[in-house]
């Protein structure tokens, strides 16, 4: 984080409230800080940014973001689609998004993602916005939303398609 410190001096690090309690303790970062718990909202005058925090939805203290003024969720992990993408996709790959989970482990558990999803849905976002794969409009969201409800995709003892002994 240093790094990027250095070049935006001014800049607040922004991150789940349990993140900058327990992680950002243990790194040697030592700039400016604040911890968001579900629901609040950053006001950047044009955009609004409510957090949403996703405990397990990849990581125990998982936050996404959901920009308010354009309708757009930044889901982190969740919608990831396999392979090299478009920068839009139309292509409906949710089954093939359960089955990379299932392979890679990503998942321990299916319900804490489920839970996740409901609460995306309601939002009725115009976008998401993965950290792998192209951005999926509001059109193809159903699918992806479908898919993590009806296929399985949790952790099944294999860790980037490796069996790991029991």
Not at 137 to 166: H, M, S, T
Request: with cysteine; proline share 7%.
């Amino acid at each position: 984080m240093g790094r990027f410190v250095e070049e935006a001096p001014e800049a607040v690090l922004a991150c789940s409230d349990a993140g900058a309690m327990l992680n950002l303790s243990q790194w040697s970062y030592a700039g400016p800080v604040q911890g968001f718990r579900d629901g609040e909202v950053i006001d950047l005058g044009k955009h609004k940014r409510r957090f949403l925090e996703t405990p397990h939805v990849h990581h125990w203290d998982s936050m996404m973001v959901y920009e308010e003024t354009t309708g757009s969720v930044f889901p982190a992990d969740l919608f990831i689609q396999p392979g090299d993408q478009p920068a839009v996709v139309q292509e409906d790959l949710g089954k093939e998004m359960c089955y990379m989970y299932r392979e890679v482990g990503t998942f321990a558990a299916e319900e804490p993602v489920r839970r996740v999803v409901d609460r995306i849905e309601k939002l009725e976002p115009q976008w998401l916005h993965p950290m792998h794969g192209g951005n999926l409009p509001k059109e193809v969201v159903p699918n992806y939303i479908q898919a993590l409800r009806d296929e399985e995709f949790a952790f099944e003892g294999k860790i980037f398609g490796r069996e790991i002994p029991r």
